[in-house]
């Protein structure tokens, strides 16, 4: 829709579909694709874009693969968008390079294309011509980058308009990714601990007073709470209280400084400075976009 988009002066692109054969593929739910042709049209294409993947563990098949390396060799722009990212990377394209994909296939990338340098913040990433972005709603983003990219600013906002989004969002995919804590561990002391701390994050904390409820010497804690949690007590105690206040500007109109003290930050500056860092927008930011109505 987004390259479709006229404008009263010009057409901003010429849309084709291809298919690897040029033959008519079925989608979801019964829809079906019909093809401007094969892939003999990627070899005049300025811009070639891969709109998803189908099946995480396909290969593309060896005349695709070589179709997007010489599209890419030649000065085109080949772009995944999510999961399409898969094709760029099976084909070898990205190694070495920054890339994005949707955040749920993290791992799954990650252990596949190793040699991929996965920014798993960025809404978009282009690299040399390589164009790769999160997941839907980012693949809008990325679209419109491209707009931009070609056309300016001023087109680019015009098409923003009349698909009703954003010209530009603020922030990277880390405000999007589900951010789960796990309830408990298989230490039954540590277990105890936690509960205790989640009841009293606005309070303050030290290794050795825990050490002592717990009944441990410092090391043994130390030990114990890093083997049981995967972090140290300071990275955990962060975590929660970032979990905590984003439940708090989701749920509640309460203030930054108000829910600092809450959760046990000691100034609103703390908060907000771990906030960004984290989740790569503001505490406010976060709050018009995730907030209650």
């Not at 707009?147 to 405000?175: C, D, T």
């Not at 994050?201 to 995967?230: C, E, I, W, Y």
Request: charged share 20%; aromatic share 8%.
């Amino acid at each position: 829709m987004i390259f479709s988009a006229m404008q009263p002066e010009q057409a901003l692109f010429d849309l084709k579909i291809v298919t690897p054969h040029g033959d008519m593929q079925t989608a979801e739910r019964a829809l079906s694709v019909q093809p401007d042709g094969g892939l003999e049209l990627v070899a005049q294409a300025d811009i070639v874009i891969v709109p998803g993947w189908h099946d995480l563990d396909a290969i593309p098949e060896t005349a695709l693969m070589d179709a997007l390396h010489q599209a890419h060799q030649r000065g085109a722009y080949v772009v995944g968008l999510c999961y399409g990212a898969y094709a760029l990377a099976y084909a070898g394209l990205l190694d070495g390079k920054r890339a994005s994909t949707h955040w749920m296939a993290e791992q799954d990338f990650t252990q596949r294309f190793p040699n991929v340098q996965l920014d798993m913040n960025a809404l978009y990433v282009d690299n040399d011509r390589l164009i790769t972005s999160a997941g839907t709603g980012a693949s809008l983003d990325c679209c419109l980058y491209i707009v931009r990219k070609f056309y300016g600013q001023k087109i680019a906002n015009k098409v923003a308009r009349m698909m009703v989004l954003p010209p530009h969002r603020e922030g990277g995919q880390a405000q999007f990714i589900e951010q789960p804590v796990a309830t408990s561990t298989q230490d039954a002391r540590i277990n105890q601990l936690l509960d205790y701390l989640r009841i009293h994050l606005n309070q303050p904390h030290s290794v050795d007073d825990l050490a002592q409820r717990a009944v441990m010497s410092r090391s043994t804690f130390t030990r114990h709470f890093s083997k049981a949690t995967g972090m140290s007590l300071g990275e955990w105690l962060t975590n929660e209280r970032l979990q905590r206040t984003r439940e708090l500007l989701e749920s509640t109109t309460l203030s930054v400084e108000s829910i600092s003290a809450l959760v046990g930050f000691q100034t609103p500056t703390s908060l907000r400075k771990h906030f960004k860092r984290r989740n790569q927008v503001s505490p406010s930011e976060w709050r018009r976009t995730f907030g209650r109505e």
